[in-house]
């Protein structure tokens, strides 16, 4: 990079060729200023294949979005089950195609509204559910039959999964016929966000048991949504995400295999859950290398012979990291763009962020403008005509390519410490991401790196902005409603099922059967997971490498 970035070189006068072959692609490879006929990988065409068709680079369905779009899932989730319920009646109204639960921090971690170590915390990032009555409020007037959600949750995935069953089964809905995804996707969490609860062992074994019940209780759910997002948000550039999340990815099959499940019995059920930048071009081509080395991984791995095992099917969210606080009108634009690339790079579905995330929960304004960008990609541009517009591309075709190579690389290093899980706790993963996030952050500060609004084309004056706020009351009406809960029910009953659950936690019987009796008998999440800690302990993080 030249000094004081290309940017500032442009605006001196440097020829714009020479400038642009300094560029470096967000994975650290020099972007070209012209891609020709050779660049184009060798045996293209065997490596492409045909849409629908191993590899699956051009996409895992043959006609893509020529006669569906993919499933618009806006994320939304604050305060009281009821203030969340409202939201998504108001986006089921507005045309989204499935729901995206956002949980708050107790519950991720698997705490109860009223225990101490939530104070502060209730309602403020999400949703506040602590039992089965929250759940039913979450979807109450919300048909579990024709609604696909999607749960952002990972430690305690599975118990939120259990809740939304028993509610289901409230309305009438069997398990067969819930569809949806968990994101339950833990081993991320030791790298990149922190809201594990379990050491990985029993984590990997609880995921595996999800698996195992879902295969048999819930078929059409999709058990995992294995997530590169995070990493990504935690700075990891485009390889390191798909290199460090498809690791994951391998980690979980192996668990669920040694755990006596054949291997196309739930790889069918996987699913991936990727950022989408700015940077289109090489975001385009980081979706379509993932879909490739995940085909090969579970064809000549783990020697998978359904299709469906091999297809990498992935959710995909903007990337929430690139917005400003500065400007945030700025951020519909970022936001289209990103929209696009996932659209381009063939995901299955969309959540794009509201243009006010940078500085509070989105307004319910923000979050239809967001719904409207996915609606104006799908009904008024011509991307979705044809499958894999970018196919052939010399440069698209040129980065696919290096992505690739750069994120095998990445992976060999990962299986060399040992594996996915061996390697979170050698540090790897967090140490090659946090060192990754440095560079940006010194690009911004030298300004090599234009962040528009921030430090370049700066506002003389911003514009006042009034946030959307959560009421502070939630805390104690949170509390009110489980002390309420806990005189009414049959508390030597919840006992029982805790006892239960225990037993089954220390030896090898699928948890999920007695976790589920346990929240049929009015358990609160915050009880159900002390049990487990009972019996797992904690995940403490070893000092920082």
């Not at 045309?95 to 991720?108: E, H």
């Not at 390697?423 to 946090?434: F, L, M, N, T, W």
């Not at 030896?507 to 009015?522: F, Q, S």
Request: glycine share 8%; hydrophobic share 40%.
């Amino acid at each position: 990079m030249f000094p004081g970035g290309w940017n500032a070189h442009l605006e001196a006068g440097v020829p714009y060729d020479l400038v642009m072959s300094e560029r470096l692609s967000e994975s650290g490879q020099p972007i070209k200023s012209v891609y020709g006929a050779s660049d184009l990988p060798e045996g293209l065409s065997e490596r492409l294949g045909s849409p629908g068709d191993y590899p699956f680079t051009r996409g895992v369905y043959p006609t893509m979005y020529i006669g569906k779009p993919w499933t618009m899932r806006q994320y939304a989730g604050f305060g009281t089950a009821r203030e969340s319920n409202e939201r998504y009646h108001s986006l089921v109204a507005a045309g989204t195609g499935g729901l995206s639960v956002a949980f708050d921090l107790p519950t991720q971690m698997g705490y109860d509204s009223d225990e101490p170590i939530a104070h502060g915390e209730v309602g403020k990032v999400g949703v506040a559910i602590d039992s089965v009555e929250d759940m039913r409020v979450l979807f109450d007037g919300i048909p579990l039959d024709e609604v696909s959600t999607s749960m952002t949750i990972n430690a305690p995935a599975s118990v939120l999964l259990l809740l939304y069953q028993l509610v289901a089964e409230e309305q009438g809905v069997p398990g067969s016929k819930i569809t949806g995804t968990i994101q339950n996707d833990v081993l991320k969490e030791y790298i990149a966000r922190g809201t594990y609860i379990y050491p990985p062992a029993p984590s990997l074994r609880l995921v595996s048991d999800t698996f195992a019940y879902c295969r048999a209780e819930i078929p059409k759910w999709n058990t995992i949504s294995i997530s590169g997002y995070h990493m990504a948000e935690a700075g990891a550039t485009p390889a390191q995400e798909i290199a460090f999340t498809l690791a994951d990815g391998i980690a979980y099959v192996r668990a669920a295999i040694e755990a006596g499940l054949a291997v196309d019995e739930f790889a069918p059920r996987l699913s991936f859950f990727f950022v989408s930048r700015t940077t289109l071009l090489e975001e385009v081509a980081k979706f379509r290398a993932a879909r490739r080395i995940w085909a090969d991984v579970m064809k000549n791995t783990f020697g998978a012979t359904n299709p469906k095992s091999m297809m990498l099917r992935f959710h995909t969210q903007t990337a929430g990291v690139q917005l400003t606080a500065q400007q945030p009108e700025v951020n519909l634009v970022r936001v289209a763009i990103q929209g696009l690339a996932a659209v381009l790079g063939g995901t299955q579905s969309l959540h794009t962020n509201s243009y006010d995330e940078a500085i509070a929960l989105p307004t319910v304004k923000a979050a239809t403008l967001a719904l409207r960008t996915q609606q104006v990609l799908a009904y008024e541009t011509d991307i979705t005509a044809t499958v894999d517009p970018f196919a052939g591309s010399y440069a698209v075709e040129a980065l696919t390519d290096e992505v690739e190579n750069a994120a095998r690389e990445l992976m060999e290093q990962v299986e060399k410490r040992g594996g996915a899980v061996a390697a979170i706790e050698q540090g790897y993963q967090k140490s090659e991401i946090e060192n990754s996030a440095y560079a940006v952050l010194q690009g911004i500060e030298d300004g090599s790196r234009t962040v528009v609004g921030v430090n370049r084309f700066r506002a003389e004056q911003e514009e006042h902005y009034e946030p959307l706020r959560v009421n502070p009351a939630i805390e104690a009406d949170q509390s009110a409603r489980l002390a309420k809960l806990r005189v009414e029910r049959d508390n030597a009953e919840v006992t029982r099922c805790l006892d239960s659950l225990k037993v089954a936690a220390q030896g090898t019987d699928n948890v999920l059967y007695p976790l589920k009796e346990a929240l049929r008998a009015r358990a609160t999440v915050g009880e159900v997971c002390h049990a487990l800690r009972a019996v797992w302990g904690v995940y403490h993080p070893a000092d920082a490498f």
